[in-house]
């Protein structure tokens, strides 16, 4: 009798094929995604949003063997850091694990994933320290945990607008190519240009309903545009303007 076991010809089709039908893949494709959650984002359509794209368009591309972590953008990121979010999904082994079971367990770690976020979406800062949530993320996705996984991405849900002690992109008057040099340069001179070398970043949420009292114009918004990718391109990363919007669109995780 086999039952609760994958037959053996079936274990060894999967091996070859490196897939089964509750989401394995072969290991050089395993992937490591860091999110980050803006707090200072007061819109509620915005914040549903961020729901909305992160479990219907991330969780069910996490597979076995793929690990997920992240934190929350907020006033004072680095200070604030206790990464809520940190799951990684138990790799199926077909000779060994029953496909239901194995299912059903992953279904119950996708669930404590999405009430985390839940908790997190709950909460408010008032400004915005987006550079160093790429600080956090290089930690995670270059440290220990994160160097073995091939496949990295950064999802970073917010509007983009870093506001906070050291930088106010809604009081930049000119956020030109060259101001934006000078404060990646300036952040590099620092030791503050975070290692994300090899990593997809995806910025969602972004050039939504720019407020004109903000200083937030449709011009302001192209350039903060600039800035991110400059950013990106500096820090190692690749941060296509097809992923930079409203929606994950494009994202892929395999």
């Not at 961020?50 to 069910?60: D, L, S």
């Not at 970043?201 to 050039?207: L, R």
């Amino acid at each position: 009798m086999r039952i609760g076991f994958t037959p053996w010809y079936l274990g060894f089709l999967l091996l070859f094929l490196g897939v089964s039908i509750t989401g394995c893949h072969p290991a050089n494709e395993k992937a490591f995604v860091y999110v980050l959650f803006d707090q200072s984002v007061r819109s509620t359509h915005a914040r549903t949003l961020y729901a909305h794209e992160f479990y219907g368009r991330v969780v069910p591309q996490l597979a076995s063997g793929d690990m997920i972590a992240g934190d929350v953008i907020t006033d004072h990121t680095e200070q604030t850091a206790t990464n809520p979010i940190e799951i990684e999904l138990m790799t199926f082994n077909p000779f060994v694990d029953n496909e239901v079971i194995y299912a059903g367990q992953i279904a119950g770690k996708k669930r404590q994933l999405e009430e985390s976020v839940n908790g997190l979406l709950a909460h408010y800062a008032p400004n915005t320290d987006i550079m160093s949530g790429f600080c956090l993320a290089s930690k995670m996705l270059k440290g220990e945990k994160g160097q073995h996984f091939p496949n990295q991405a950064l999802i970073v849900f917010t509007d983009g607008i870093e506001q906070n002690a050291s930088y106010d992109f809604t009081a930049e008057k000119d956020l030109s190519l060259t101001r934006i040099h000078t404060i990646i340069q300036h952040e590099q001179c620092c030791g503050r240009l975070p290692d994300l070398h090899g990593v997809h970043v995806y910025m969602v949420g972004v050039n939504m309903d720019p407020d004109p009292h903000a200083g937030i114009t449709h011009e302001k918004m192209a350039q903060i545009q600039a800035f991110w990718i400059e950013y990106c391109k500096a820090c190692g990363a690749t941060l296509d303007p097809n992923n930079y919007g409203e929606s994950l669109t494009n994202f892929t995780l395999h």
